[in-house]
């Protein structure tokens, strides 16, 4: 199945005779810078085949069009098919934003996915487990990134028409007005990539938001294997496709080493406390490891453990083995602390 279509775009001769984009394409799509090229959004993804072999053959006949302020040659169409996406979001403030905004961001992403579909973004907000995630992250106090993974490739063509509404608009967020400057793709993957990766007897994982977890009525914020692989595990086999769900584990590994404290993220009113920072796995000989790996990068699509809707959760596998993470990364102001 195909969950998008870009275009890419190569700058021609500004005199040369273009047909504006919008004008060129066969339907109307939302229409997003995306890479060297724009991302082609519709509301439905069931619609991408119909206009894959359209463009295609528009493509071959050659001509420029006309996008944004400059004039290109169409050299491409890619296929969107990988169903794990990864995407950032840029915003722009016109005066700082508050911390407390991680439900606020939430909803934002809502209002996107309901912009396209207000069946569906009900659904989203009901639904549990969720398929999709989000951290948000300020860089200085106005600059907004929103990064959002997805579980579901059928998301991204909703979410991107309902962002590409709001392209260009000012748009009031915590009653900060603010304005979309930006959009780039992180990360894609697909199941079968996932089951490919043989992991080891160590696994070190970064925890960058907050992080905790449901254990026995109350809340943990210590990340324990069985928490974080256990959950991770139950939330693969909900949205993996049969073929591709993995076996029961009884976890027998155990934390050799960690780097942890506890910080509170603030959420309209309510004080969440979750685990930051890093935690070495070992694992005893076998297939274990390999799962574990499996499910540590399913987890920086997914996220971990509670509310990862509201940017909860933030993970990523550490290469450094657990000694501290990629110090080369710039430094954020977290929406938490």
């Not at 939302?30 to 072999?53: S, T």
């Not at 050299?75 to 840029?90: C, F, H, S, T, Y």
Request: with cysteine; charged share 20%.
């Amino acid at each position: 199945m195909l969950y998008g279509l870009s275009l890419t775009l190569t700058p021609a001769p500004a005199a040369e005779p273009a047909i504006p984009l919008a004008d060129w394409l066969p339907m109307p799509f939302g229409l997003i810078p995306w890479g060297e090229g724009v991302f082609l959004a519709l509301r439905q993804p069931e619609d991408y085949g119909a206009a894959a072999g359209a463009i295609a053959a528009q493509i071959l006949a050659g001509g420029t069009v006309a996008w944004g302020e400059g004039v290109y040659r169409v050299r491409g169409l890619e296929r969107e098919a990988k169903p794990l996406q990864m995407i950032r979001v840029e915003l722009q403030g016109e005066r700082p934003f508050p911390k407390e905004i991680g439900r606020a961001c939430q909803a934002l992403v809502l209002d996107w996915f309901k912009r396209a579909d207000p069946a569906l973004a009900q659904r989203l907000h009901d639904q549990s487990p969720c398929p999709w995630r989000l951290y948000p992250r300020l860089e200085g106090d106005r600059r907004l990134y929103l990064e959002i993974g997805l579980l579901q490739g059928e998301l991204l063509a909703p979410l991107l028409w309902g962002l590409g509404q709001q392209w260009g608009e000012r748009l009031m967020l915590t009653k900060v007005a603010c304005q979309v400057v930006g959009v780039e793709r992180l990360r894609r993957c697909s199941w079968e990539e996932l089951m490919d990766l043989a992991g080891g007897e160590s696994l070190g994982l970064r925890f960058i938001s907050p992080t905790s977890f449901k254990q026995e009525g109350g809340i943990q914020p210590f990340p324990l294997p069985e928490l974080v692989f256990g959950g991770l595990l139950r939330r693969w086999n909900h949205w993996s496709p049969l073929e591709w769900h993995l076996p029961p584990v009884v976890w027998g590994g155990r934390v050799a080493a960690y780097e942890l404290k506890t910080v509170p993220l603030f959420l309209h009113g309510l004080t969440e406390i979750g685990a930051v920072g890093w935690v070495r796995y070992e694992f005893p000989a076998g297939e274990m490891g390999a799962i574990a790996l499996r499910l540590a990068r399913f987890g920086e699509f997914a996220g971990v453990g509670r509310k990862t809707g509201w940017g909860m959760g933030h993970v990523c596998v550490d290469v450094s083995g657990g000694k501290g993470g990629d110090r080369s990364r710039p430094k954020v102001l977290r929406l938490y602390g």
